[in-house]
Nanobody
Framework: QVQLQESGPGLVKPSQMLSLTCTVS??????????WSWIRQPPGKGLEWMGA???????YYSPSLESRTSISRDTSENQFSLQLSSVTPEDSAVYYC???????????????????????WGQGTQVTVSS
C-alpha cells in the first residue's frame, strides 16, 4: 500500500517561498501511469488542486497558480516537492500530497478536485502565512 507523508515548515512569511516535500513509500513515483499531486484546502473552503508531476516527470499546473508554482521530484529519494512563490496570507491552508492515475489527474485539472479521484493521500500539513 502506498503511503505519502508531507513535510516542511508550518509558518512562512509573506512574499517568501513555501516549500514542501512529499515522501512516498510502498511504491515508486516512476510507476506507470500515475501522477503525484499537490492539493490544498484553505480554512472553510474546498479542495484546490495545485499541480502534479507524472511518472515520466511531466508537470501539470492549475492555471490560477501556474505562475507561482513549481513541482519537482527526486527519484533517488522517491520524493516530490512543491514550491509556491510570493505567498500571501491567502495561501494559508492544509497542504496535501496525493496519488491518482494520470488520466484521473487530467480530469481533476479540467473540472476541479474531488477527494475520491485520488486513491492515496498524505495526512496533510498546515501551512500558515504570517509575519
Amino acid at each position: 500500500q502506498v503511503q505519502l507523508q508531507e513535510s516542511g515548515p508550518g509558518l512562512v512569511k509573506p512574499s517568501q517561498m513555501l516549500s514542501l516535500t512529499c515522501t512516498v513509500s510502498g511504491g515508486s513515483i516512476t510507476t506507470r501511469y500515475y501522477a503525484w499531486s499537490w492539493i490544498r484546502q484553505p480554512p472553510g473552503k474546498g479542495l484546490e488542486w495545485m499541480g502534479a508531476i507524472a511518472y515520466d516527470g511531466s508537470t501539470y499546473y492549475s492555471p490560477s497558480l501556474e505562475s507561482r508554482t513549481s513541482i519537482s521530484r527526486d527519484t533517488s529519494e522517491n520524493q516530490f516537492s512543491l514550491q509556491l512563490s510570493s505567498v500571501t496570507p491567502e495561501d494559508s491552508a492544509v497542504y496535501y500530497c496525493a496519488k491518482a492515475s494520470l488520466l484521473m489527474t487530467m480530469a481533476t485539472m479540467n473540472r476541479g478536485c474531488v477527494e475520491t479521484d485520488f486513491d492515496s493521500w498524505g495526512q496533510g500539513t498546515q501551512v500558515t502565512v504570517s509575519s
